[in-house]
């Protein structure tokens, strides 16, 4: 079989997932992770007794058996129900008196709610271990780069100098508020689910909340103190949260696309050995890998709506906005995986061309620095005439495509109050960065905090 | 290999999509209607003496060609190159001669966007065949229930009396509406590309345009003026329309969801024999292939901002836009798909339950009848006093759970203009049908006629 | 002036917004706010000695002025500039030394910035504050209502009893999980900004980061370590979260929709006194408020996929990224809030139907208990045989419109094992409630345990 | 009154709407025409004798009057319905005759409905007017620039040439598709709706298909065959085709605004007079209504979202789904409206730099032709050496800064086939232009075909 979903498509998938995150979602690992849930049931319904020991013994052994998937799946057309297939198939392997206290009890939602949680668990584990190696890798460049000037930009356009450091230190931090977003929410997600058909636990009398209880331990969830049968906060706030990680790491390709190309070239990708970037232009140097992080935070932020409209479940189950999830949860994991590794990767390889940095600054003949001889002016003109004469020297200068210096010099109203040797000394880039270094410093500061912290 | 999305699921992937939208986007019919493409570039090529006879006529006849799919996934993660894989697997299947000439002067997006096109085409073809047997069975449901009695509700409550068929024929309007859509919007879409590495055609020198006219005429397909590299309003405009038509085919769902409650019972799905409504719970009927059209309807729904964002292409050619395509475009069209066909399946099946519509709608003891009475007042007392006593009537009513008829004869300012008898004569329901079976005719003659068109 | 947007109407915006977020959002609210920032920062800096003490006190003194806001509107047509306009409206009103001083160094997203921070503070503590109104109503029905039977539904379709405390239980737990998440967010979404042009506050030397945290300080908002003029998560997870929050609204308001259906009648909005349902049908009373809340969740939901859009900000500042915030933050705000005020209404005077209620059950002769009956069946005849004799049972009662009971107490496959006495006493709803009981408590423990904490 | 909402807000309203637009949308616009139509309806209703005919003329001549739409707002809350505030205040205005006979039969959704399909006849003309002025504007400079050549870019990163003229010509012919959907749309979209309470005309007998087909007419629009309370496809076409269109133009505003880029240079737009780019930063010249363009079609595209969610309209009409209409279409209309005008204004003032063009391409050595270096080997060498020679030839240059031509003539494999005259020959960028004057042509002449036609 081949994919009809790019995340399946065996020429295109590795772009589009990871191989953990695919061994986690695809038929084969949803229906591991089912039985081992099946199983864990049994063991602990044998426990308290709700089911036969032998029974128990039995299913609780059978969570690693690997089934027939095109079985599971004819089953499931046959009866139209969405968990049938599964276990009908698995009672095929049991003996018969295994095979009647199957699932005992318990609805589809239990397992594919439980499943749910702990795949957000180990969709935050993962998150989590790759914004580390995202943030080291960023906290070492602001620190490599701490003093490599480079022009900002606003709104497209040349503005003040900052440093190449200030501009990782501005990722690290924003990648930093996610690391403490998700631990936040992983107890608040890591909760699974025993409901029962409309939520109250109904088949077990009052063993239910024990049962519940420990199921969960034994899975490494926590336990609900409602049924979430129709109350899919956690899984919109966790996909919400993928959306905001995958967003931030887009912003990173964005960023390294505009400053690879060719005019600019202040940073670039390392091209992988063999890649061709183009097939009739054989010179192309793609920004493929910060191209596909913008890609796929488009794919994960169409799941937010969808999560989000999922919230309004009706009565005690509703199936058309839990089906949703079925759709959205493994694209958008998958994707924001595909994403978490790409920029890894891109950083890991990131070329900084320094020299270029200080070229394109430079290329601005300081009109890149009005902003400190207007300050300056200030005390002396008042702040709109300061703004006008340095707006009209600007207007000079670019229309004689003369340095900005040269323009002020040349006015006596500015030199007035500042001679050409006040000028250039104020118009030196490194007097204007202001902030930069202590914002790095702060920056690495809370994140060693974050890292010291139990 | 099984599948991380649930269109691919081997469990659950035939509720998500159509064996036919499978075979069109899985690898295997994408590889081959790419094959098929490159086959007839080459065979216009050499009508053109673009390329030798020989190497044109060997590849031309490679359209039919099995290629082995993992080595394409191989070859194209080794290049990093969206087609160079299929293009290396290809031309070990050629003698040189052919091989060399494989795709020439062509980039991945004329073939990709061109297949692109033809898949719309497709797909509306799939959505005018389903469309024109939802209509069908829609027009035969308005006639049959012409005038079969039923409540009317609005913001959920009561309201005048309607009948199914109107009700029907109010869906048969809407389906058409999209038919016409469809066929507009069909000669727009269907159109391919042959643009080159930046839309200039500049491997052909100016051969192009000609190049490009026969090819498209070979695959059914009209050529564009310019090219649509990154001019994405067809995409957007064909994922827009299938949005269209899956929300109507879900509000029919859910009407149907909702008139299936056992509180109502005027409508209900056959259940296909074998399935099983829940395991927990052997009673349960419930309205699956209902709910699915809901579900179905998000996940298109969600592929529309993805298709609009897309417009926004940059330069000549945009990575980050175009790939996008490739998540959302096989997504949203096997989804429809399923959503057409299941919507066939349920209207083809649909019970009506004409005793339950004449039992719902009494079961109101005329309070659903309050306008025609006020009506008949505003004459005598004008429209305030009538709104006032009639609303006051149907409050007594109500809180004595008496029939409003009863309400309204016991007030003598009522009853000074509008005697008992009367009153029960303005309160039949089949009086306040008002253009109901004009309403019904003009859709059946408007699909006729639609139908006639040549 | 009147509005183009719902919200702005004088004859509808009471339904889209509140007179507390119309205060805070409008042009007169805004304008005040960003005056108070613009003084604060003039009084920090006089303080540290940045610009003159005399200007530093007028400009401080100006945070109350009321400006000509057509004349502020001219200006910042005039200049094209966001914010020239409220200065130079300012100067006017300032002695010659104060008015070169106004905003000295900073840029408008300093100011705006600063006040979406405020913002986000304000609707963070309007929502807690509502919330916790919410919490309180659903804790006083799920305690009120702890033993009252009803319905529990699952597709539509009657399900197993629960009572409508477990319900309210349910929706309370959702509404504590909004307490902590609003509780866990504050401190990362009140954070202003200082940033200067490109984020290195690169106008005040290495005063910066001193004059941002008094200023922080005094403003009663956290100080950021790094700029974030183009790292929007804060705003971006502060619209989640109200998204959040009106998508579980929007859930209560759709369960009280449909159960406000004459043909159910469980719950019931209190209609205000005065109100007309319908002009032509004198009879209706709708569910307004419900459906609003259902309406207000969309308009929110939509402007999620506008923030997290947000995050992919170029450089050191995205007017486009930006700029839209404009539009969806007043707009997601205040829509949040009438959907927190008119749910605290919709509950307050919500109307339960406890005879209702049971009568529905009831109405369902005993299917809605197959699953008491089926379970006790297992250990005698194993699962499948259970199901399949429980769900004969029901086809055969419900083709005749018999009770459940009836139809499995004459089937002696059945009674071989379970006489009609044991059916009848399993088939009391109070048996099947499970852990009705123990959910409702847990409930109201951990919203206590809440409240308690300090 | 100021506004809450970005589009009423008194400072920067007018970049957010038109004044139109605004007259069309605000209170006192759609009131107006609120009122028009209930005198249209009381004209046509005393033609066909349904009310007085006195009643008629009076509440006919009352199409005009202003009404105190405080007193409206009022009315509405205390009444607590959308148009019973309208029709008191009306009444107030009329003897008693005429107000007795206000709006008899109708219900809101026919008034606002009908005032949604003007609302749609009108934005259609609009953007039909504003299309064709950017239209010319385009073909303007397709002409004038046929022959300016610039690096077309793909990735982000040089490709081949292109010419200005060709870019303008394909901005061109997406423009005039747009024109065609409008011209398609326009007689479906423009559809009113006379359909009363539950869509049956129940109140005028069977005058109901005469009498809207007679309002209909009067008004300029269309009648529909059946009722669209809950068929809302129209308003959600309308709504995708306003985000299709303004996609277009956010895509003309990010391409300006990266060619202003001061590293490319290419394009600019002309600042208006007085304007002031930033209050820190006086050189600062920021391609402002550029990225506008961008940021509203964001909030256009937001609003599609929720038009197509509106289609699951439930029974027979759906307060939730229709009231978000009431949020979305004013906003999307405006901001629409808003993008029209910027996008004409910006392209009649767009600065072309041929200079900055040449100078770039030039700046690329050559490496932007590779591609007939390379198809000019393939007869000699096969593809992929020739691929491969030129790709090396590539990296050599890259990496010594040589021009691409010296790296190929250097290399005696590839000068054994092409001399380095014949290279220098491959190499003129004018040879690699293609079909650009075709293209350039075609699209010409199809916007002269579209003009000509009736």
């Known amino acids: 079989m081949t994919g009809v979903d790019v995340a399946d498509s065996v020429v295109y998938g590795h772009l589009w997932s990871t191989p953990e995150t695919r061994d986690l979602f695809d038929d084969r690992g949803r229906t591991r992770a089912w039985l081992q849930i099946i199983a864990a049931l049994a063991a602990v319904q044998g426990e308290l007794g709700i089911i036969p020991a032998d029974a128990a013994e039995e299913i609780a052994g059978a969570g690693d058996l690997e089934l027939d998937l095109d079985a599971v799946g004819?089953?499931?057309?046959?009866?139209?129900?969405?968990?049938?297939?599964?276990?009908?198939?698995?009672?095929?392997?049991?003996?018969?008196?295994?095979?009647?206290?199957?699932?005992?009890?318990?609805?589809?939602?239990?397992?594919?709610?439980?499943?749910?949680?702990?795949?957000?668990?180990?969709?935050?584990?993962?998150?989590?271990?790759?914004?580390?190696?995202?943030?080291?890798?960023?906290?070492?460049?602001?620190?490599?780069?701490?003093?490599?000037?480079?022009?900002?930009?606003?709104?497209?356009?040349?503005?003040?100098?900052?440093t190449f450091g200030f501009k990782a230190a501005v990722w690290a931090a924003e990648t930093g508020r996610h690391l403490e977003r998700i631990a936040a929410a992983e107890p608040r997600l890591a909760v699974g689910q025993l409901a029962g058909a409309v939520g109250t636990q109904s088949s077990w009398g009052d063993q239910g909340p024990e049962l519940q209880r420990r199921l969960m331990e034994r899975l490494g969830l926590g336990a609900p103190d409602a049924s979430w049968l129709t109350a899919r906060d956690r899984v919109a706030e966790?996909?919400?949260?993928?959306?905001?990680?995958?967003?931030?790491?887009?912003?990173?390709?964005?960023e390294v696309y505009n400053l690879q190309r060719a005019e600019i070239g202040e940073?670039?990708?390392?091209?992988?050995?063999?890649?061709?970037?183009?097939?009739?232009?054989?010179?192309?140097?793609?920004?493929?890998?910060?191209?596909?992080?913008?890609?796929?935070?488009?794919?994960?932020?169409?799941?937010?709506?969808?999560?989000?409209?999922?919230?309004?479940?009706?009565?005690?189950?509703?199936?058309?906005?839990?089906?949703?999830?079925?759709?959205?949860?493994?694209?958008?994991?998958?994707?924001?995986?595909?994403?978490?590794?790409?920029?890894?990767?891109?950083?890991?390889?990131?070329?900084?061309?320094?020299?270029?940095?200080?070229?394109?600054?430079?290329?601005?003949?300081?009109?890149?620095?009005?902003?400190?001889?207007?300050?300056?002016?200030?005390?002396?003109?008042?702040?709109?005439r300061a703004h006008a004469l340095v707006h009209r020297a600007a207007s000079v200068g670019r229309r004689s495509n003369r340095p900005l210096l040269e323009a002020l010099a040349s006015d006596p109203e500015v030199t007035a109050h500042l001679p050409p040797d006040a000028l250039a000394d104020l118009m030196r880039p490194e007097r204007s960065l202001g902030a930069v270094a202590a914002a790095i410093d702060d920056v690495l500061v809370r994140a060693q905090g974050r890292t010291a912290a139990p």
Chains 1, 2, 3, 4 share one sequence.
Request: no cysteine.
């Open 238 to 254: 966790f996909t919400a949260l993928l959306a905001l990680v995958t967003g931030t790491l887009a912003k990173i390709g964005n």
């Open 74 to 162: 004819e089953e499931t057309r046959r009866s139209g129900h969405s968990m049938l297939g599964l276990i009908r198939v698995l009672q095929r392997r049991l003996r018969a008196d295994g095979a009647e206290w199957v699932h005992h009890g318990a609805t589809v939602q239990d397992v594919s709610d439980t499943w749910t949680a702990l795949v957000m668990q180990r969709m935050l584990a993962i998150a989590r271990r790759d914004l580390g190696t995202i943030e080291r890798s960023l906290l070492a460049l602001a620190d490599e780069h701490r003093d490599t000037l480079m022009l900002g930009r606003t709104h497209g356009q040349p503005g003040l100098p900052i």
């Open 267 to 384: 940073l670039s990708e390392t091209p992988a050995p063999g890649v061709v970037g183009s097939i009739t232009m054989p010179q192309k140097q793609n920004p493929e890998r910060s191209e596909q992080l913008w890609t796929l935070a488009r794919v994960v932020r169409a799941s937010v709506g969808l999560a989000l409209e999922g919230l309004v479940g009706e009565h005690e189950r509703d199936g058309a906005a839990w089906k949703t999830e079925w759709a959205f949860l493994p694209r958008a994991s998958t994707a924001a995986a595909a994403a978490l590794a790409g920029a890894a990767d891109l950083l890991a390889g990131l070329r900084v061309d320094r020299d270029r940095m200080r070229a394109n600054l430079d290329a601005q003949q300081g009109h890149a620095l009005a902003e400190p001889v207007m300050l300056a002016l200030v005390p002396h003109t008042g702040r709109q």
